[in-house]
């Protein structure tokens, strides 16, 4: 499967922004979903992720109440909805598509796509 992230930009702290993730060749309905981010000079760390049906979602402790994932099967997408951003949030942000357990695990997921970044100024 190939997955293609957009959606990032520069914006200014409090402001918000939607990304998104489109797979091709393979429907993502299999796999859970996930979103990572990745500053300069950091490890990946995990962001969000879904299950399978988006009937469950998950959060990094950073993030949570100010961002949320979704996804829509029949489109083959998953967004992340990014509000009150903080130029702590400033990272390229990857997508990542999961059949394994560990949604916060990097290691879990086979696909990533490509990266977008996202600049948050004070």
């Not at 996930?34 to 990946?44: L, V």
């Amino acid at each position: 499967v190939q997955l293609q992230a957009s959606g990032g930009g520069l914006v200014q702290a409090g402001d918000s922004l939607s990304l998104s993730c489109t797979a091709s060749g393979r429907t993502l309905r299999t796999y859970t979903m996930g979103w990572f981010r990745q500053a300069p000079g950091k490890e990946r760390e995990f962001v969000a992720g879904i299950n399978r049906s988006g009937g469950s979602t998950y959060y990094a402790d950073s993030v949570k109440g100010r961002f949320s994932i979704s996804r829509d099967n029949a489109k083959n997408t998953v967004y992340l909805q990014m509000n009150s951003l903080k130029p702590e949030d400033t990272a390229v942000y990857y997508c990542g598509a999961s059949d394994r357990t560990g949604i916060a695990a990097p290691l879990a997921y086979d696909y990533w796509g490509q990266g977008t970044q996202v600049t948050v100024s004070s």
